[in-house]
């Protein structure tokens, strides 16, 4: 157990640390060596091995470990069932991480990627897996963390039904309607394709406009379609491709080394029109200084779409690499755009959150308003922590008494006020704090909660939230999470305590229900329930 040990103490980040993988996480088998057989505990940097995977692990890494040692590897876009040639490439103490070099026999339950750009791009790492296998290895993460990090047993799970089969999502191709594309100077290339690079340096040509490389921020490769983002979008990403490089225009990539260049991202944002129900795009252009008399011939050239109501432009001009401007301009058309959800119409700004999957939030939501169960009486106070722009909390404020929600981020409370008014809802209130810096005095501005809603992002609550909520000991909190480490690991603490802290937990899990917003990605929605004992 070592290695296991070793792992969980370097790779995974601190909050999850406690992870102790069971052997069907790390189940994997060395078919035959590549190098000699290992005699010694560490393989060395450089050496090949020949490895069988079969499970998904951390952040959707293909996960083995070899047999004569029990060596824990880690190899990025592995998938279950396949035997590679991988080299190892990084070393942590007693875990590595492997580049596939060949791929002996297929992957279980392999598909063709539709996408030309899956195997290289960042976003959809297991677009070639089967939909029915993805499932299953994110409801095989789910419930191994629950064991390994929430402490909870096997046997309570299934006795009592508490851990449930993941949700799929309907809609597994053009689901988001959020895609943030970046420029730069060089486009980049896998190094199969090296051989058709373009030189012609003067046209312009090696210009770049798309997603990072993983692992880099300086990287880019070119996109011309996206399969996750709407069809509407995509047909503005393509006008963009079309003309942006022209010389004549004079527009220039910024350039994240030497802080040099016009254009930073493009932004494309999808909602719904309320009357119509036709789509409403934004667009937004992220550059590093105001100047819309160069922009006018990119604005001319997207708003010929019906669809596109807005164009936007963020100027920002530190030398970061954020979508987020100092200065907003609007450029053409309206300065938001709007999306319903469980009945409700929401305005969302360039930089406003709004669940990226419109189509599963519908479905998230249905789930949260069924763990709350809110009695329809109007006498319920909810507490929504971590409210974001109020569309939960707004959700259940037609059947409550009173909502109370708390965010971080100024700009989302200020949307989440404008969204109550919108909606005519006046029985909430939202309050901006920070969640993570809590005192004594919070909890004293608004009365005891019959249903805590708590969301947070994907670090999880602070120890201190979790005091406050042990102490308030509110009948039913329900956790949303977008990471089921961190998940598991509050669900530990508010259910069996902190001993080290001398804290006592005082809740019950009822249910957790593992939704996929994502397909094709490692993200994991959870839904839990959680009832004082």
Not at 127 to 133: C, D, G, I, V
Not at 253 to 275: A, C, E, I, Q
Not at 284 to 297: A, D, G, I, R, W
Not at 520 to 525: A, M
Request: hydrophobic residues 35%; proline residues 6%; contains cysteine.
């Amino acid at each position: 157990m070592t290695s296991i040990s070793y792992l969980t103490n370097t790779l995974l980040p601190l909050h999850i640390r406690r992870f102790r993988p069971s052997l069907s996480t790390l189940s994997c088998s060395l078919a035959s060596d590549v190098d000699p057989a290992p005699n010694s505990y560490f393989p060395k940097r450089g050496q090949t091995l020949e490895l069988v995977c079969e499970s998904l692990a951390f952040k959707g890494k293909g996960l083995c470990k070899v047999t004569q040692t029990g060596f824990v590897v880690l190899c990025d876009r592995a998938l279950p069932g396949e035997h590679f040639i991988g080299r190892v490439t990084r070393k942590k103490g007693n875990y590595a991480e492997v580049t596939k070099v060949k791929t002996i026999t297929p992957p279980r339950d392999i598909v063709d990627a539709p996408c030309v750009y899956a195997p290289y791009c960042g976003g959809c790492k297991t677009q070639n897996l089967s939909y029915e296998a993805q499932l299953r290895a994110k409801e095989e993460q789910v419930r191994d963390l629950l064991i390994h990090v929430g402490k909870f047993s096997l046997q309570h799970l299934q006795l009592h039904a508490v851990l449930k089969p993941i949700v799929p999502c309907r809609i597994q191709f053009h689901y988001r309607n959020k895609m943030e594309f970046s420029f730069g100077p060089q486009r980049w290339l896998p190094k199969e394709s090296l051989q058709d690079r373009i030189v012609d340096d003067d046209a312009n040509e090696n210009y770049a406009l798309g997603l990072h490389a993983p692992g880099f921020f300086d990287k880019i490769l070119n996109v011309d379609n996206c399969l996750l983002q709407s069809h509407p979008a995509n047909k503005v990403l393509a006008a963009v491709q079309e003309c942006w490089r022209d010389p004549q225009l004079g527009f220039s990539p910024y350039n994240v080394h030497s802080h040099k260049g016009f254009l930073k991202h493009l932004m494309l944002r999808t909602g719904r029109d309320v009357t119509t129900d036709q789509p409403e795009v934004m667009v937004n252009f992220v550059t590093s200084s105001y100047k819309p008399e160069l922009l006018k011939f990119l604005v001319d050239k997207v708003s010929v779409f019906p669809e596109v109501v807005s164009v936007i432009n963020n100027v920002n001009t530190s030398v970061g690499n954020t979508s987020v401007g100092e200065e907003e301009y609007t450029l053409y058309g309206k300065s938001s755009i709007t999306e319903t959800l469980r009945g409700l119409t929401f305005q969302i700004s360039a930089n406003s959150f709004f669940q990226t999957n419109t189509y599963q939030a519908e479905v998230l939501y249905k789930l949260i308003e069924d763990c709350a169960g809110v009695k329809g009486d109007d006498s319920e106070i909810v507490l929504d922590l971590f409210c974001g722009t109020g569309t939960i909390g707004l959700t259940l404020a037609r059947s409550v008494r009173h909502v109370y929600g708390y965010e971080v981020v100024p700009q989302a409370i200020t949307d989440a006020r404008l969204n109550a008014k919108i909606n005519g809802i006046q029985n909430a209130t939202f309050v901006q704090g920070d969640l993570n810096k809590i005192d004594e005095n919070f909890g004293k501005n608004f009365p005891k909660p019959d249903i805590v809603i708590s969301d947070p992002n994907r670090p999880g609550m602070h120890i201190k939230l979790i005091k406050f909520l042990l102490n308030l000991r509110a009948p039913r909190i329900v956790y949303v999470s977008c990471n089921p480490a961190t998940c598991a690991r509050d669900l530990d603490y508010l259910c069996h305590g902190v001993e080290e802290k001398n804290i006592e937990g005082c809740y019950k899990l009822i249910s957790l229900q593992p939704v996929d917003m994502f397909p094709h990605t490692p993200h994991i929605e959870c839904v839990c329930l959680l009832e004082l004992q």
